[in-house]
Nanobody, 119 residues
Framework: VQLVESGGGSVQAGGSLRLSCAAS????????MGWYRQAPGKQRELVAQ????????KYADSVTGRFTISRDNAKNTIILQMNSLKPEDTAVYYC?????????????WGQGTQVTVSS
């Protein structure tokens, strides 16, 4: 599985950005896709994730009500719509996919895309 992210950039506080992550390869066995972020000096953290086939979604408390994750299964793409952005949302955002093959689980990461929110 290969993941390609797009849509990062710079925006002022209160603005919006939309991130996309396109998966290719063995996409039929992807169980979950999601977004993580890592700010300088901090650990990588979950932002939002979505299970395949209309399954459950999960959000970090810090983004609930502001960010929305959605999937386009036909295009093997997940979207993170980020509204009401805050300076503390500044980070490198990474797409992650979890592939399940029988009893084995594999995880894949995108290259990351920078999101910068200025006050």
């Amino acid at each position: 599985v290969q993941l390609v992210e797009s849509g990062g950039g710079s925006v002022q506080a209160g603005g919006s950005l939309r991130l996309s992550c396109a998966a290719s390869g063995s996409t039929f066995s992807i169980a979950t896709m999601g977004w993580y972020r890592q700010a300088p000096g901090k650990q990588r953290e979950l932002v939002a994730q979505s299970a395949t086939g209309g399954g459950s979604t999960k959000y970090a408390d810090s983004v609930t009500g502001r960010f929305t994750i959605s999937r386009d299964n036909a295009k093997n793409t997940i979207i993170l719509q980020m509204n009401s952005l805050k300076p503390e949302d500044t980070a490198v955002y990474y797409c992650k996919a979890i592939e399940v093959r029988g009893s084995l689980m594999f995880q894949y990461w995108g290259q990351g895309t920078q999101v910068t929110v200025s006050s």
